[in-house]
């Protein structure tokens, strides 16, 4: 359990520290403000989930999820590091070049609730104001996240055994800065059994 306690903010800091852009000197393609509570049907490669958004709960991630979700970015992401009673992780576009469009980061939210198992946050770095696109799912009760910034904007509300079953024999292994650079050409290519985001879109 400490290797997973530590690696969360260290292997993210690749992540962040491959752009330079900030909330202030870039605009990301889509700002709209996100309804106060919505869902998002997550249809995936092992079957369907559900999350339930609540904006009180950390506006600027909340804001920034809805963007995403509306702009199908996340349609064919790879699940590319899941970590059994930890938290699975996601968030680079199929493209390298939709992921660059959207590396803009977003403004801290105050943690308004706990990184409990089923709660969905962003993925940050520990620095401030480096959360941007990436983001992940609490398979465990994580609430040690709390202090370092991690700030929960909802959770699972159906089909968190569908979360569970996400392939996670590659562990830790794909390298974040080649996905970033290749998108999904590297993980079809040397991690070809990760599981996938179909679509994501806000349900009706």
Same mark, same amino acid.
């Given at each position: ?40 049907? $997550?249809?995936? &490669?092992?079957?369907?989930? /559900? *999350?339930?958004?609540?904006?009180? !709960?950390?506006?600027?991630? %909340? @804001? ?9 970015? $996340?349609?064919? &992401?790879?699940?590319?590091? /899941? *970590?059994?009673?930890?938290?699975? !992780?996601?968030?680079?576009? %199929? @493209? ?109």
């Amino acid at each position: 359990m400490r290797k997973t306690t530590f690696a969360l903010p260290l292997a993210l800091l690749l992540t962040a520290c491959s752009g330079q852009k900030t909330a202030t000197a870039q605009k990301a393609p889509a700002e709209e403000l996100a309804p106060a509570v919505y869902r998002v049907n $997550f249809e995936t &490669s092992k079957g369907l989930f /559900v *999350v339930e958004i609540t904006r009180e !709960q950390a506006p600027n991630g %909340a @804001d920034r999820f809805y963007n995403l979700v509306k702009s199908k970015y $996340f349609d064919g &992401s790879r699940y590319y590091r /899941v *970590v059994p009673g930890f938290m699975v !992780q996601w968030g680079a576009a %199929a @493209d390298p070049a939709v992921s660059a469009a959207w590396d803009v980061r977003i403004p801290d939210d105050q943690v308004k609730a706990t990184n409990e198992r089923g709660t969905i946050s962003f993925a940050a770095t520990g620095a401030p104001n480096s959360r941007s696109t990436h983001m992940f799912i609490n398979y465990g009760e994580n609430s040690r996240l709390d202090p370092m910034g991690f700030a929960p904007i909802g959770k699972v509300v159906s089909g968190m055994d569908v979360v569970d079953q996400l392939y996670s024999g590659d562990g830790e292994r794909p390298d974040q800065m080649r996905i970033k650079e290749e998108g999904n050409k590297y993980l079809e290519r040397e991690h070809p059994n990760l599981d996938y985001i179909k679509t994501a879109r806000i349900a009706q």
